[in-house]
């Protein structure tokens, strides 16, 4: 899913989600709900949270300062911190350097072609190239 450059990932987050389709190892049809989600600092709002809440999809999201102090001045009201599990946050490296590759393609990381569908064909080939470099067992 592709959006202007001006707009914030986040705003794509739950409609992502709504079209996402994992695929089984076997027979099956596709799965809906991941079991974790990992995201940066961005992604910590009250809204994205509570839409993995009530899928039952464990966040593993890091709370910005900002949130845990107005949490802390709050008090009790300001209720529980958020469930972290820092090994899990340290596989959200993968999908970082897996991006840093594809940007390493000039066309994918200037993002000239007017067109989605063009520009998604570019990832692809950029994907592949990638792919045939360092094949993955």
């Not at 994205?48 to 009530?54: A, M, N, Q």
Request: hydrophobic share 35%; aromatic share 6%; with cysteine.
């Amino acid at each position: 899913m592709t959006s202007s450059g001006q707009r914030h990932d986040s705003l794509a987050f739950v409609p992502l989600m709504d079209r996402l389709a994992i695929s089984r190892r076997g027979r099956g049809r596709r799965r809906t709900r991941p079991g974790r989600v990992l995201g940066d600092k961005a992604y910590s709002s009250t809204a994205i949270r509570s839409h993995l809440r009530r899928r039952g999809i464990k966040a593993t999201i890091p709370e910005p300062s900002g949130q845990v102090r107005n949490r802390l001045r709050r008090g009790s009201a300001g209720g529980r911190p958020p469930a972290f599990d820092r090994a899990a946050y340290k596989e959200r490296n993968i999908a970082g350097r897996a991006f840093c590759q594809l940007r390493q393609h000039r066309a994918v990381a200037t993002r000239y072609d007017k067109r989605d569908f063009v520009w998604r064909g570019t990832v692809d080939v950029a994907s592949i190239r990638i792919w045939l470099r360092h094949p993955v067992p």
